[in-house]
């Protein structure tokens, strides 16, 4: 199979599922992924990112200089390269602008109240970077004191930043990120909030960093992820009990 083609098709298929979930409008958000050590492949600027051909793609050098393609790298591949130049596990980073969370950022709120056991897992610590003229270093300069800490930043008045091991992962962050968020949302209007909390918030943490270490290196297939997530689970729960 030809990487770069299938890679280009993950892309492609980011770019549909983030329109078609009303996470972009008109030509926002950008997608890009890691082709090789020293190459990247972008979603060009001023294409509506629902209707991408693979062909429509960018290749650039890691500092966003372009090396094949007929359109322009996107005006926001700056946040992409600050993510690729401070994380080596990072292949693929997602932006976009999903309208709850986004609500959040523009509120000057983080949807981080630990409401939900999967979110807590899957992203970890949310960032909220100051706001910063789109396009220009003052984004970048924004997010830089996140980015090594966490997969998911919210960008003040503008959207969020997932990134992950892969195109696949990171969108999943982004539609976890705008779920809990709107989850949160729904908390605020019911005017009540049942958050995790002590040893149950400690016990998910302990989890996540568990997993964090043993997904360092890939698993086999899906069937092995489950039973590492499964043996993990285990783990941390009978060492908890130990310890109470
Ligand atoms: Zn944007």
Redesign the pocket.
């Known amino acids: 199979m030809n990487t770069e083609s299938a890679l280009r098709d993950s892309i492609v298929e980011v770019g549909r599922r983030l329109y078609a979930r009303g996470y972009l409008a008109g030509a926002?958000?950008n997608v890009s992924a890691r082709l090789g050590a020293r190459r990247l492949l972008v979603t060009p600027s001023g294409v509506c990112k629902g209707f991408m051909k693979p062909a429509d793609l960018v290749v650039t050098d890691m500092s966003g200089g372009p090396v094949s393609g007929n359109g322009a790298p996107s005006s926001?591949l700056k946040m992409h390269l600050l993510i690729y130049a401070a994380r080596p596990d990072v292949a693929a980073v997602v932006?976009a602008?999903p309208p709850v969370v986004t609500g959040y950022a523009a509120a000057g709120l983080k949807p981080d109240s630990p409401v939900i056991a999967e979110a807590i897992l899957t992203l970890g610590k949310i960032a909220l970077a100051p706001y910063g003229t789109?396009g220009t270093a003052e984004v970048t300069d924004g997010m830089r004191a996140f980015v090594n800490d966490c997969d998911a930043i919210l960008m003040a008045n503008?959207?969020a930043v997932t990134c992950g091991a892969d195109v696949e992962k990171a969108l999943f962050k982004m539609e976890t990120l705008e779920h809990i968020a709107e989850i949160n949302l729904v908390t605020e209007v019911l005017g009540r909030k049942s958050e995790i909390a002590g040893g149950n918030l400690k016990k998910l943490l302990a989890l996540r960093a568990a997993l964090a270490k043993k997904t360092a290196a890939p698993p086999d297939g899906p069937g092995r992820l489950a039973s590492l997530i499964a043996d993990t689970i285990a783990e941390v729960l009978s060492e908890h009990e130990r310890r109470k």
Do not use: K, N
């Open positions: 926002d958000g926001e932006h602008h789109p503008h959207g």
